[in-house]
Nanobody
Framework: QVHLVESGGGLVQAGGSLRLSCAASGRAFSNYVMGWFRQAPGKEREFVAAIRRSGSVTYYADSVKGRFTISRDNAKNTVYLQMNSLKPEDTAVYYC????????????????????WGQGTQVTVSS
């Protein structure tokens, strides 16, 4: 069992930045692929970014590529999402998730491949 707790959400103006954190407890954090997803009101949950267990490979949705950066610190059992140049359309509840190893963008972007989820943190970007 892995317990995930997100933090760092809030209200920010367009063009601003936020850094989300997701702290994990339970089984060995370094054994898990970590992902960030988001869900806006009335929309389905969508993939944002993912990072392999070692942190050497990352994946991004086209909508955030070049603006968001995912990273992890296995010594601190934490994964981060640095969000820059935020836009109103980034407004959503952001969730971190932990899953088993796989291969390729299609695997990492599919929420069905993640076993554990946090409770989410709200990010609101005003225009």
């Amino acid at each position: 069992q892995v317990h995930l707790v997100e933090s760092g959400g809030g209200l920010v103006q367009a063009g601003g930045s936020l850094r989300l954190s997701c702290a994990a407890s339970g089984r060995a954090f370094s054994n898990y692929v970590m992902g960030w997803f988001r869900q806006a009101p009335g929309k389905e949950r969508e993939f944002v970014a993912a990072i392999r267990r070692s942190g050497s490979v990352t994946y991004y949705a086209d909508s955030v590529k070049g603006r968001f950066t995912i990273s992890r610190d296995n010594a601190k059992n934490t994964v981060y999402l640095q969000m820059n140049s935020l836009k109103p359309e980034d407004t959503a509840v952001y969730y971190c998730a932990a899953g088993g190893p796989g291969s390729g963008f299609l695997y990492y972007s599919d929420p069905r491949n993640y076993d554990y989820w946090g409770q989410g943190t709200q990010v609101t970007v005003s225009s």
